[in-house]
């Protein structure tokens, strides 16, 4: 991951302000801790810290056009870039960088070129020629991006929330799947799949179309100039994404630059379900296995650079974002720059626990689509900036465009959960990698319970954040809560905790309303809370409050 700063329309273009703009770039330099650029003509400013994953020696940004009138900024990995380079004959380009082809794309088709990138980014795009400009999301916001408003007229655009909190007098997070245009002065959906209507689809059922779908997005995102490995817990998912990276990794480039041996990573309490699970699926497969270990105080200790880092206080996502953060760091270390990992199947599949209630097809579907939009706010904003955090950059295979059309368009019968047919949770996942001639996971593995990350990494993890959350707030202080903040009030002692610490880095009420609020049981949307009258009475994000469910669920609470 890198980071992108952008300023357009300053008032002041003294040297005074470019030296504002370069220190306010530096708040991103974790994120891109290789390089950093800035390019500034009249009163816009693009700035850019560079982690380095493709082309290392010549993809340093802000990337050009053949006479520099076109300037781009980029966060992200275009995968396609060479196929597009095909279609750009006529253009010279000056780096082997995948995002290069952004700028002659526009040269090209002007606006309309969105929907050709197939990869994860949020780009800047300047057109010196008449001082226009565009910004872009990726389809389902993997990569996160900010919008901000200055006093003096200037839009802004930055990676984090955190270099444009002190300058900007509002400010937003930046919608997934649309583009800004300066021409034509708003927002608009580029991202337009036949699921964003949440009509109920009808197509059946086919293993081998599903399977082959998910072994094209792993495989895709095997392009990396530097080594690289798998975030491992053990679960179904990361399992999956380890198996099919695992089986093809020789054939790639990739492979034959840093060796056919995958690298598996995992983190965990000593004990926890995960490091078991995980270290039985690396001997399986063969990887080159990397477990590291957390104690709960270390967790704690490090809980309000998580939340700098994270940008958010919801309790789900920090409860998730520290042993991400921890392991994020232990990689780094051992010159590691890029993991893949297994965000999304939950949410694309109906994997979490409460799905086990959805009343009927039609509501299980809708909820998998609610959940999909979402996911700029949750886990891809975790997985995107706990890792960012130490300079590595997190792939999402289960996220890649074509496959979460291909999955979304099956009739979601398929995927509800009927326990009388011996369909589990994420049962069509499970069953298209269900391979008796060439396995690709032991059965008790590819059929494991569902576990969420904060979950998965030790129980006493959370049991451990709430004891200490219920040592530092008081009664009386969660009491008047709705007094001391009345926007996403905080219903728990834990959720009170993390709020404090995230208004001490962020003061202004922009950045409060950028963190999603509302009932959730095991990290439902507000909405299926209405599948089970009990839940209402267990509201919490970890997996276990998915009452007569989870193996290991909570006592259920007396009304």
Same mark, same amino acid.
């Given at each position: 991951?890198?980071?992108?700063?952008?300023?357009?329309?300053?008032?002041?273009?003294?040297?005074?302000?470019?030296?504002?703009?370069?220190?306010?770039?530096?708040?991103?330099?974790?994120?891109?801790?290789?390089?950093?650029?800035?390019?500034?003509?009249?009163?816009?400013?693009?700035?850019?810290?560079?982690?380095?994953?493709?082309?290392?020696?010549?993809?340093?940004?802000?990337?050009?056009?053949?006479?520099?009138?076109?300037?781009?900024?980029?966060?992200?990995?275009?995968?396609?870039?060479?196929?597009?380079?095909?279609?750009?004959?006529?253009?010279?380009?000056?780096?082997?960088?995948?995002?290069?082809?952004?700028?002659?794309?526009?040269?090209?088709?002007?606006?309309?070129?969105?929907?050709?990138?197939?990869?994860?980014?949020?780009?800047?795009?300047?057109? %010196?020629?008449?001082?226009?400009?565009?910004?872009?999301?990726?389809?389902?916001?993997?990569?996160?991006?900010?919008?901000?408003?200055?006093?003096?007229?200037?839009?802004?655009?930055?990676?984090?929330?955190?270099?444009?909190?002190?300058?900007?007098?509002?400010?937003?997070?930046?919608?997934?799947?649309?583009?800004?245009?300066?021409?034509?002065?708003?927002?608009?959906?580029?991202?337009?799949?036949?699921?964003?209507?949440?009509?109920?689809?009808?197509?059946?059922?086919?293993?081998?179309?599903?399977?082959?779908?998910?072994? +094209?997005?792993?495989?895709?995102?095997?392009?990396?100039?530097?080594?690289?490995?798998?975030?491992?817990?053990?679960?179904?998912?990361?399992?999956?994404?380890?198996?099919?990276?695992?089986?093809?990794?020789?054939?790639?480039?990739?492979?034959?630059?840093?060796?056919?041996?995958?690298?598996?990573?995992?983190?965990?309490?000593?004990?926890?379900?995960?490091?078991?699970?995980?270290?039985?699926?690396?001997?399986?497969?063969?990887?080159?296995?990397?477990?590291?270990?957390?104690?709960?105080?270390?967790?704690?200790?490090?809980?309000?650079?998580?939340?700098?880092?994270?940008?958010?206080?919801?309790?789900?996502?920090?409860?998730?974002? %520290?042993?991400?953060?921890?392991?994020?760091?232990?990689?780094?270390?051992?010159?590691?720059?890029?993991?893949?990992?297994?965000?999304?199947?939950?949410?694309?599949?109906?994997?979490?626990?409460?799905?086990?209630?959805?009343?009927?097809?039609?509501?299980?579907?809708?909820?998998?689509?609610?959940?999909?939009?979402?996911?700029?706010?949750?886990?891809?904003?975790?997985?995107? +900036?706990?890792?960012?955090?130490?300079?590595?950059?997190?792939?999402?295979?289960?996220?890649?465009?074509?496959?979460?059309?291909?999955?979304?368009?099956?009739?979601?019968?398929?995927?509800?959960?009927?326990?009388?047919?011996?369909?589990?949770?994420?049962?069509?996942?499970?069953?298209?990698?269900?391979?008796?001639?060439?396995?690709?996971?032991?059965?008790?593995?590819?059929?494991?319970?569902?576990?969420?990350?904060?979950?998965?990494?030790?129980?006493?993890?959370?049991?451990?954040?709430?004891?200490?959350?219920?040592?530092?707030?008081?009664?009386?202080?969660?009491?008047?809560?709705?007094?001391?903040?009345?926007?996403?009030?905080?219903?728990?002692?834990?959720?009170?905790?993390?709020?404090?610490?995230?208004?001490?880095?962020?003061?202004?009420?922009?950045?409060?309303?950028?963190?999603?609020?509302?009932?959730?049981?095991?990290?439902?949307?507000?909405?299926?809370?209405?599948?089970?009258?009990?839940?209402?009475?267990?509201?919490?994000?970890?997996?276990?409050?998915?009452?007569?469910?989870?193996?290991?669920?909570?006592?259920?609470?007396?009304?």
């Amino acid at each position: 991951m890198c980071g992108i700063l952008a300023i357009f329309g300053c008032i002041d273009n003294s040297q005074a302000k470019r030296s504002r703009i370069i220190e306010l770039s530096r708040r991103l330099r974790h994120r891109g801790p290789d390089w950093s650029g800035l390019h500034s003509h009249e009163d816009c400013y693009l700035a850019h810290q560079r982690l380095a994953i493709v082309d290392p020696t010549s993809g340093d940004q802000p990337l050009y056009n053949e006479d520099k009138t076109i300037v781009v900024a980029v966060n992200g990995e275009i995968y396609n870039h060479k196929a597009l380079r095909g279609q750009l004959k006529s253009h010279q380009f000056r780096t082997e960088s995948d995002c290069e082809v952004i700028a002659h794309l526009y040269e090209e088709h002007g606006e309309n070129f969105i929907d050709m990138l197939d990869g994860m980014f949020s780009f800047v795009l300047l057109d %010196t020629r008449d001082k226009s400009f565009i910004a872009a999301r990726d389809a389902v916001g993997i990569t996160p991006l900010y919008m901000g408003w200055g006093l003096d007229g200037s839009i802004w655009f930055s990676s984090e929330m955190k270099a444009l909190s002190d300058d900007c007098e509002r400010f937003v997070s930046f919608l997934p799947g649309h583009i800004y245009s300066s021409k034509n002065g708003g927002l608009r959906r580029w991202y337009n799949p036949p699921w964003f209507s949440e009509n109920i689809p009808s197509t059946p059922y086919d293993h081998l179309v599903l399977r082959k779908a998910f072994e +094209k997005a792993v495989v895709k995102r095997l392009m990396t100039d530097v080594p690289f490995g798998v975030l491992l817990s053990g679960g179904l998912d990361s399992s999956l994404v380890a198996a099919v990276a695992n089986r093809y990794l020789a054939d790639t480039e990739a492979g034959r630059q840093w060796g056919s041996q995958l690298h598996t990573f995992c983190v965990g309490l000593k004990g926890s379900p995960d490091l078991k699970a995980a270290r039985e699926v690396a001997d399986y497969l063969g990887t080159r296995h990397h477990e590291f270990h957390f104690t709960v105080q270390e967790g704690i200790d490090a809980l309000e650079e998580v939340i700098y880092h994270v940008e958010t206080y919801d309790v789900t996502t920090i409860r998730a974002s %520290t042993p991400m953060f921890l392991m994020s760091r232990k990689i780094k270390s051992l010159g590691v720059k890029m993991v893949l990992s297994g965000e999304g199947s939950d949410e694309i599949f109906g994997g979490y626990l409460y799905f086990h209630k959805a009343p009927n097809k039609e509501e299980f579907h809708q909820e998998t689509c609610r959940k999909i939009k979402a996911l700029h706010l949750y886990d891809c904003l975790r997985a995107n +900036k706990s890792t960012s955090a130490w300079g590595v950059e997190a792939r999402v295979p289960f996220l890649d465009k074509e496959f979460i059309n291909i999955a979304m368009n099956i009739d979601p019968e398929w995927k509800m959960i009927q326990p009388d047919l011996g369909r589990i949770e994420k049962w069509v996942l499970r069953n298209a990698f269900d391979d008796d001639q060439n396995p690709y996971l032991p059965k008790h593995i590819l059929y494991r319970q569902k576990e969420q990350f904060s979950d998965g990494v030790g129980y006493s993890w959370i049991d451990g954040l709430k004891d200490h959350a219920n040592s530092q707030v008081s009664d009386s202080m969660l009491t008047n809560a709705s007094f001391v903040y009345p926007h996403n009030t905080p219903t728990t002692k834990e959720g009170y905790y993390y709020r404090t610490i995230f208004e001490r880095f962020f003061l202004k009420a922009a950045a409060r309303e950028t963190v999603p609020g509302g009932p959730s049981v095991a990290c439902s949307t507000a909405k299926a809370v209405e599948w089970d009258a009990a839940w209402s009475n267990n509201l919490d994000p970890s997996g276990r409050a998915a009452l007569g469910v989870h193996e290991a669920a909570y006592e259920v609470k007396e009304t």
